[in-house]
C-alpha cells in the first residue's frame, strides 16, 4: 500500500536540496578521513579527468529541442483533454438518472476522449522510439562514480543533464544517515510525477517522459530507481566503515610487502645471473664465429648478455609493478575503476589484434592462396626457359639467349600483377594514408629512376636486336674488347689488356657496334694489314711474297686464301694489303702480330726491303722510270751531262 503523498505540505522543489542539517561530529571526522583516502588513491582519475575534453552535444541538442517541442504540443493538447474530461465526468455525476439519453452522449464523449489519450500515448512512445539510437543521455553516477541509470529527457526548466546532476547530487547527501536502510526511500504519486522521497527530500521524480525511455510505467521504474539507489547508499556505507578502510589499509599494507620482497628477490636473480655470466668469460663463451668471420669475440658477447640480463630485469620489475598496480587500486571502493583501467591498457589493444587478427583471417588465407597459385606459375615459366636454354624446346623466331631476358620481364609483369590482385585485400589499403604513400612511393620512383630507366629499356632494346652475346670481341665507340656482361643497365668489356669497362647500355644504343665474332665461325673474319713499298719493286713479287707470309700465320685459314689488294698509288711508294681470314677473332691481336713478323720474314728472304722511300734522284730525268721488262730491247736511256765551267785564276 503506497503511501499518498501531499505535495501542498512541506513541499520542495523536485529540484532542490536540503542542505539544512548538518552531519554529526564523529560523521564529519569520518567523512575527512574518507576524503583523505580518496583524494590519495583518486589523483590519477583526476589527472584523467582533467585531460578529457568536452564533447560538442549540438546534435544531440537539436534532437532533443525538436522533440520537446513536439512533446509540448502533445502536452497542451493532453491538457486540454484532461479539463475537458473533467467536465464530462462532473457533467455526468450531476446527470440524474432518468437522463439516460444524455448521459450516453456524454459517456461516448469521454470514450472519445480515452482514445486520443491512447493515440497520444502511442505517437510520443513512437518519438521516443525513433531517438533511442541518437538521443544522448546523461548517467546519473553513484558515489563511486559508476552509474545508476540514465536521464533523457527534461523535467519542467530544467534539462536532462541539469536533472542527473541534481539527482546524483541527492544521492550522495543520503550518506549523511548512517542509519539509512533501503526501504528509507518513499515512493509517493502526484498528479503527473512519481516522487522518490527521502524524509521531507523529494530525490527525484519520475515523469511520464522517462517511463516510455524505460518501455515501462512510472510506478514500475520507481521501484527500479528506489531499488538502484537503496543498494548504492547500503554499499557506500559499509565499504567506507572504519572495519573495511582497516582491512583495506591491511590488504595494501600486505601487498606493497609482498611487491617490495619479489622485487628484492628480482635484484638478487639477476646480480647472481650477471656474476655467472662475468665469470664464464673464456670458458664457456668463446664468442661466436660463423665460419672465420667473427661476430662477437668473448668481451662482446660478455657485453651482450649482461645488457640482456639488465633489460630482462627491469621489464620483470615493471611487469610486477603494473600487476601490482591494479591489485592495490581494486581495494579501495574509489579506485576500483583504475584497475580495470590499467589491465585495459594491455588487455584492450591485445584483444584488438586478436580480434583483428581473427577478422583479417579469410583475407590472409586469400592472399595465401593468391600467392601460392603465382609461385607454380613461376615455376611453369621457369620451366619453359630452362628448356629453350637447353635447346630442348625450339620456337620459331625465338632465339635461346633471349630465353633468360623474357623470363625475367614475365616475372616482373607477374608479380606485378600479383600485387594489384592482393592489395585490396591487404589491411589498411583503403585508408587515404595508405593510398597516398603508394603514390609518393609511385612518384619517387618515376622521378629518381628516369636514367636507369633509359638504360633498362636500351639493355632490352640490345637483348631482342642481340647485337653482340656474352664472349663476342666488339668494338664499341673506340673501345675494343670481349663482351663479360649483359645486364639491363650496363655491358661491360674486358680489353686486351685485361681492363673493365662498363658501358651504360644508353650510350651503346648511340653508339655504332663492331661485332667481330657475329660470322667469323661460319663466314670467318677478314683480318689485314697494309704495307707501303718503293715503285722498284715489282708488284707481283710483293702480291706472292704477302701471300706466302699469311698463309704462314697460325690460325690464318688456308681456305678461303688469302688476297692482295693495292689500295693506292702515292707519289713514291705502292699501298699494299693483305687480306687473310680467321675463325678465332677473340685472338686478333696475337694473329696480327705473327703475321707482321712473317711478312718481315719474307721479305728479308726475297730481298725486299720493307720501307716508305722518300728520295731525291740526282738525274737529268731522261732515263724512263718503267721496269725494264716492259721497255723495247734496244733502249738506252739518254746520257747525263755534266759541264764544269772555270769560276777564276786558280783553276786547275
Known amino acids: 500500500m503506497k503511501?499518498?503523498?501531499?505535495?501542498?505540505?512541506?513541499?520542495?522543489?523536485?529540484?532542490?536540496?536540503?542542505?539544512?542539517?548538518?552531519?554529526?561530529?564523529?560523521a564529519r571526522k569520518k567523512r575527512v578521513i574518507i576524503f583523505l583516502l580518496a583524494l590519495l588513491f583518486s589523483s590519477i582519475s583526476f589527472a584523467q579527468q582533467e585531460s578529457i575534453t568536452k564533447k560538442n552535444d549540438s546534435v544531440n541538442n537539436s534532437l532533443i529541442?525538436?522533440?520537446?517541442?513536439?512533446?509540448?504540443?502533445?502536452?497542451?493538447?493532453?491538457?486540454?483533454?484532461?479539463?475537458?474530461?473533467?467536465?464530462?465526468?462532473?457533467?455526468?455525476?450531476?446527470?440524474?438518472?432518468?437522463?439516460?439519453?444524455?448521459k450516453e452522449e456524454l459517456q461516448t464523449q469521454l470514450q472519445t476522449l480515452n482514445e486520443k489519450e491512447s493515440k497520444r500515448l502511442a505517437e510520443k512512445k513512437a518519438e521516443i522510439d525513433s531517438l533511442r539510437l541518437t538521443a544522448k543521455g546523461y548517467p546519473v553516477t553513484g558515489f563511486f562514480n559508476d552509474t545508476l541509470f540514465t536521464v533523457y529527457t527534461k523535467l519542467g526548466s530544467f534539462s536532462a543533464k541539469e536533472r542527473a546532476e541534481a539527482i546524483s547530487e541527492r544521492i550522495k547527501n543520503l550518506s549523511e544517515n548512517y542509519s539509512f536502510k533501503t526501504d528509507s526511500i518513499k515512493i509517493t504519486e502526484s498528479e503527473t510525477t512519481v516522487d522518490l522521497v527521502y524524509g521531507e527530500t523529494i530525490i527525484m521524480s519520475i515523469s511520464e517522459n522517462d517511463a516510455l525511455w524505460n518501455n515501462s510505467t512510472k510506478a514500475e521504474v520507481a521501484k527500479k530507481y528506489q531499488k538502484l539507489i537503496g543498494d548504492a547508499v547500503v554499499r557506500y556505507l559499509k565499504e567506507t566503515s572504519l572495519t573495511s578502510l582497516a582491512k583495506e589499509i591491511g590488504l595494501t599494507l600486505l601487498v606493497l610487502i609482498i611487491m617490495g620482497a619479489l622485487i628484492?628477490?628480482?635484484?638478487?636473480?639477476?646480480?647472481?645471473?650477471?656474476?655467472?655470466?662475468?665469470?664464464?668469460?673464456?670458458?664457456?663463451?668463446?664468442?661466436?664465429?660463423?665460419r672465420n668471420f667473427t661476430l662477437f669475440d668473448a668481451n662482446q658477447q660478455v657485453n651482450a648478455l649482461l645488457n640482456a640480463n639488465t633489460v630482462l630485469k627491469w621489464i620483470l620489475i615493471l611487469l610486477l609493478v603494473y600487476i601490482a598496480l591494479p591489485i592495490?587500486?581494486?581495494?579501495?571502493?574509489?579506485?576500483?575503476?583504475?584497475?580495470?583501467?590499467?589491465?585495459?591498457?594491455?588487455?584492450?589493444?591485445l584483444k584488438k589484434i586478436l580480434l583483428g587478427f581473427w577478422n583479417y583471417l579469410p583475407n590472409l588465407i586469400t592472399i595465401l592462396v593468391i600467392i601460392f597459385v603465382f609461385r607454380y606459375?613461376?615455376?611453369?615459366?621457369?620451366?619453359?626457359?630452362?628448356?629453350i636454354e637447353k635447346g630442348n624446346l625450339e620456337l620459331s623466331g625465338f632465339y635461346p639467349d633471349w630465353a633468360n631476358p623474357t623470363y625475367q620481364i614475365i616475372r616482373v609483369i607477374v608479380f606485378a600483377f600479383m600485387v594489384v590482385v592482393i592489395f585490396p585485400y591487404l589491411p589498411g589499403s583503403d585508408s587515404p594514408v595508405f593510398q597516398g604513400v603508394s603514390v609518393f612511393l609511385g612518384f619517387l620512383f618515376t622521378f629518381g629512376s628516369a636514367g636507369s630507366l633509359s638504360n633498362i629499356i636500351a639493355g632490352l632494346i640490345l637483348t631482342y636486336m642481340r647485337l653482340f652475346k656474352i664472349g663476342d670481341r666488339v668494338k664499341i665507340g673506340d673501345v675494343v674488347g670481349d663482351v663479360i656482361e649483359k645486364s639491363l643497365l650496363v655491358t661491360r668489356i674486358r680489353t686486351i689488356k685485361n681492363e673493365i669497362i662498363s658501358i651504360p647500355n644508353s650510350t651503346v644504343m648511340s653508339s655504332h657496334t663492331i661485332n667481330y665474332s657475329s660470322d667469323a665461325p661460319e663466314k670467318g673474319l677478314i683480318i689485314h694489314s697494309t704495307v707501303t713499298i718503293g715503285y722498284d719493286v715489282p708488284w707481283k713479287d710483293m702480291h706472292q711474297a704477302l701471300i706466302d707470309a699469311a698463309s704462314k700465320t697460325d690460325l690464318v685459314l688456308q681456305e678461303p686464301k688469302p688476297f692482295v689488294l693495292q689500295?693506292?698509288?702515292?707519289?713514291?711508294?705502292?699501298s699494299y694489303e693483305i687480306n687473310a681470314y680467321i675463325k678465332e677473332s677473340n685472338k686478333q691481336a696475337v694473329i696480327y702480330?705473327?703475321?707482321?713478323?712473317?711478312?718481315?720474314?719474307?721479305?728479308?728472304?726475297?730481298?725486299?726491303?720493307?720501307?716508305?722511300?722518300?728520295?731525291?734522284?740526282?738525274?737529268?730525268?731522261?732515263?724512263?722510270?718503267?721496269?725494264?721488262?716492259?721497255?723495247?730491247?734496244?733502249?738506252?736511256?739518254?746520257?747525263?751531262?755534266?759541264?764544269?765551267?772555270?769560276?777564276?785564276?786558280?783553276?786547275q
Open 328 to 349: 592495490l587500486f581494486g581495494i579501495f571502493p574509489w579506485t576500483k575503476g583504475f584497475a580495470n583501467t590499467l589491465f585495459g591498457y594491455i588487455l584492450n589493444p
Open 264 to 290: 628484492k628477490y628480482v635484484r638478487n636473480f639477476f646480480f647472481w645471473t650477471a656474476t655467472k655470466i662475468k665469470n664464464q668469460e673464456g670458458k664457456r663463451i668463446h664468442g661466436i664465429k660463423i
Open 65 to 102: 529541442q525538436s522533440f520537446n517541442k513536439k512533446l509540448s504540443l502533445i502536452e497542451r493538447q493532453r491538457i486540454s483533454d484532461s479539463i475537458k474530461r473533467a467536465e464530462l465526468e462532473s457533467q455526468i455525476l450531476s446527470l440524474k438518472k432518468s437522463d439516460n439519453l444524455k
Open 567 to 574: 689500295t693506292s698509288l702515292d707519289d713514291f711508294y705502292v
Open 593 to 651: 702480330s705473327m703475321l707482321h713478323q712473317n711478312i718481315q720474314d719474307v721479305c728479308n728472304e726475297r730481298g725486299i726491303e720493307i720501307m716508305s722511300p722518300h728520295y731525291r734522284s740526282a738525274r737529268d730525268g731522261n732515263a724512263s722510270t718503267i721496269p725494264a721488262r716492259y721497255l723495247g730491247k734496244d733502249y738506252k736511256a739518254p746520257s747525263f751531262n755534266v759541264d764544269f765551267k772555270s769560276s777564276g785564276p786558280d783553276k
Open 3 to 26: 503511501k499518498k503523498y501531499n505535495p501542498s505540505q512541506n513541499k520542495r522543489s523536485c529540484f532542490m536540496s536540503d542542505f539544512g542539517n548538518r552531519p554529526p561530529l564523529f
Open 377 to 387: 606459375v613461376l615455376k611453369g615459366i621457369r620451366f619453359l626457359k630452362k628448356e
